[in-house]
């Protein structure tokens, strides 16, 4: 079955760094634009980066120059490596996985906090 399964988060303090992975499986990953999402207690989920097929990168304006998405289609795997963290950044960090308007998969999620 498809499982999109985060790895990587946790307690780190202001200015440190993480390395969130996404490993796929159940569905042709290398085909299907990959996506960090974030949701913060109290707030919308938002839109943190994405990666295409062809390997084009858009992030939120809240994290570019931090945060750096990137795949492994060998490994079906997508990163999110994540620098200069900021207390705004902690949130459950989600993989989505999104083909087309209508097919798409979402992983469980993985805690990242940022604090002192």
């Known amino acids: 079955q498809v499982q999109l399964v985060e790895s990587g988060g946790g307690l780190v303090q202001p200015g440190g760094s993480l390395r969130l992975s996404c490993k796929a499986s159940?569905?042709?990953?290398?085909?299907?634009?990959m996506s960090w999402y974030r949701q913060a207690p109290g707030k919308e989920r938002e839109l943190v980066a994405g990666i295409t097929v062809g390997l084009s990168t858009n992030y939120a304006g809240s994290v570019k120059g931090r945060f750096t998405i990137s795949r492994d289609n060998a490994k079906n795997t997508v990163y999110l490596q994540m620098s200069s963290l900021k207390p705004e950044d902690t949130a459950v960090y989600y993989c989505n996985a999104r083909r087309g308007n209508s097919i798409e998969h979402w992983g469980q999620g993985t805690q990242v906090t940022v604090s002192s």
């Open positions: 159940g569905f042709s990953f290398s085909i299907y634009g």
